[in-house]
Structures are given as structure tokens and as C-alpha cells.
């Protein structure tokens, strides 16, 4: 056994079928009173269906959560929170909706209550992000990692069938990246695989049967465990180039990392032979080299966009993401190398499978 270091985070889950009907005594649980909710425009109703809920301890409703947290949305909701006097939020939505939360957080200290209504995972870290001048930035901060999270699988219903399973793609992203970081822990990797197993299983069965409660409970468990991974270990090369797809050519966060999976863990199949292993084996594969066409499979049977060209990647794309990733990479078993992640990128964009 090697040696390792293991760090659990302080969150309270509370998780099943119409749990949004504890919020109230949650947030008493916290000794909170005045609680600002936290949503999308999209998402208002949600807001306000949470807010009859809670009554008197709703201090108001904030809707205008918008994707990667620009500084301007943000300034407004510390403002509104501070207005409103509330001793809480509430951040009901996807991780757009909980990042601003974790924005009024970073300022207040305001403790957040999460309800995550996809599958991306920011409601387990204590990773936040901001945007200013069209730069985002991110960071670690354990004052922005929520209280208490509610699972609530009946609030994934309404979740689009195209949005769901690249969702649930990006949540596995988290748990195969687990399982070869540089601070891979037992633990984790026990809860990467695990996580794994769920999501390759109730996804096809979401895209199947999107009301299917059972399906998308177990995906938001699947969910919740890849979100323990990101916020506790290390990403690696395919985080590296989706950070670099996002913010450099603004593409969209989950259908990215859903297309760029198979052939970012495909890289690195000769360097982590044991930890993709055992992702082979959760995907229902052998060997380590099978992880990426599994990915590239399951991906195609979820009905998700083939290519980043589809995504909109200009044809340049692939040369100048290879190009930043490599002049700034993170931990990886495989070194950056310039010409093969190229190559990767560009079998992505054409939509062919990882080889
Ligand atoms: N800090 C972290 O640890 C972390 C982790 C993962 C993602 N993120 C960030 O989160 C953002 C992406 O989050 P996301 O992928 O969850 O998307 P999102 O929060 O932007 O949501 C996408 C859209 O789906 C809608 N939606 C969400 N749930 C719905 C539901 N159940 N029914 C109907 N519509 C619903 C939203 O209102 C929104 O319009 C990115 O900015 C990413 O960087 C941060």
C-alpha cells in the first residue's frame, strides 16, 4: 500500500425523492433565518416555488445566475444579499446557480445551502470561479464549500435529455480523473469507481426515460460521488484542456468535457494501466486501453455531439488548445506532449474515436 493523505470535506448530504421539502429545517439546522435564493433566469420558478416553501424564511429571490460567475453578477447578488440582510443562500439550480452562491460566500461568509439540479458537482468543493474582462479565474476556498446539499432526484426530471447526459459525462470526468491524480487516495478512488459504475448505467437509462426516477436518482448519485472526487483530488490533462476550450474559444462546459473524455483518459492508458483498469472494469471493459473507446461509446449511445467541431471549435482550435495546455499544464501520468495532444484534439474535432 502506498502512502497517501486523505482530507474529508465538512458537508452535510441529505439525499432522496422530495427532500426539498427539509430546506426549512435545514436551514434552521444552520441557525439561519433569512435565507436569499439563488437562481437562473431560467430557473425562476424553481426560486419561487422554493420561496412559498420556506415562507418567512425566504429573504427574497436572486435570478439572474448566468454561466462562469462574471464579477459584475456578482458585486450585484453580495449587494442584494446584504440589502435583504440574509443569513443564507439558497442556491437552487446547476454549477452556474451554485457558483455565485459560492461568490456571495468568498465576500460574506454567508453559509450556502445547495441544491443541485445537474449533474456537474460544484456543490462537493470548494472550488469557486470568477470572471472579469473576459478572464476567469478559479481558486480553493473552504469558506465557499457549501453547508448542506440536498439531492433531490425529482428536480433532475425537468433536466433536458441533451443537457442530462453531457452533464452526467462531465460528472464522469471528475471520477476518471480521480482515479490517476497525483493525490489519488483509496478512499477516492472507492468512490471514483463506484461513481463510475452508476453513471454508466442510469445515464443510458435517463436518455431512455427521462421521468424515470429511479434512473435519475441513481444519476445524481453517481453525481454526488464524482463531485466528492473533483473537490478532493487533483485533475489532470483532460480538465487541463477543457479549462482551455472554455475559456479560450467559450465553449460549452459539459459538451466539452463529454466529447474530449475518451481521448484525454485514451492518452494516458499506457502511463495509468492499473487506475484505468479499474475504470475498464466499472464501464463493464477489461484492460486500460479499452477506457477510451468504452467513453467514446457510451458517449455515442447518449446521442452526445460527435465533434468539437459541432461544439464549435474553428478548425485552428485543436493546434492552439494543444499549444496553451502544454505552455501551462497540470499533473499528469503522461507528460504534455505537444504533438500527440494535437493529434487527440483533432480526432476530437473530427468526431473519430480515440486511437
Ligand atoms: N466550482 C466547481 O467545483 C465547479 C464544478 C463543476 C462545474 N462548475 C461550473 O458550473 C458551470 C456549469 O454548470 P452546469 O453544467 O451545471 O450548467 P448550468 O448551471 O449553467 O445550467 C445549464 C442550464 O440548465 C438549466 N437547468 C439546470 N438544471 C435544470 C433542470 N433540472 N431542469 C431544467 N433546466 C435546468 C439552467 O437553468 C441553465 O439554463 C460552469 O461555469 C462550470 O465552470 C464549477
Known sequence: MNAFIYQGLPVRVVFGAGKLQALGEEIERLGARRALILT?????????????????????????????????????????????????????GGGSTIGLGKAIAMESGLPILAIPTTYAGSEMTPIYGLTEDRLKKTGRDI???????????????????????????????????????????PIVSLMAEESIRALAEALPAVVDAPNDESARGQALYGAWLAGICLGSVGMAIHHKLCHTLGGTFNLPHAQAHAVVLPHAAHYNHQAAVEPLR???????????????????????????????????????GPAETARIACASPYYNPRPFELAPIQALLERAWHGEAPA
Not at 412559498?52 to 427574497?60: I, K
Not at 477506457?291 to 459541432?310: D, K, M, Q, W, Y
Open 40 to 92: 437562473t433566469p431560467e430557473q425562476r420558478g424553481l426560486g419561487e416555488q422554493v420561496a412559498a416553501l420556506l415562507g418567512e424564511r425566504a429573504a427574497g429571490i436572486y435570478p439572474q445566475a448566468v454561466m462562469h460567475v462574471p464579477i459584475e453578477v456578482a458585486r450585484a447578488a453580495r449587494d442584494e444579499a446584504a440589502r435583504l440582510q440574509a443569513d443564507c443562500c439558497v442556491a437552487i
Open 143 to 185: 469558506r465557499v464549500l457549501p453547508k448542506t446539499v440536498i439531492y433531490d432526484p425529482l428536480l433532475s426530471l425537468s433536466l433536458p435529455v441533451a443537457i442530462s447526459s453531457c452533464s452526467g459525462m462531465n460528472a464522469m470526468a471528475h471520477a476518471v480523473e480521480a482515479m490517476y491524480a497525483q493525490d489519488a487516495n
Open 278 to 316: 479499474r475504470v475498464a472494469r466499472a464501464l463493464g471493459g477489461r484492460e486500460a486501453e479499452e477506457v477510451g473507446p468504452l467513453l467514446f461509446t457510451l458517449n455515442r449511445r447518449l446521442g452526445i455531439p460527435a465533434s468539437l467541431a459541432e461544439l464549435g471549435l474553428p478548425e485552428e
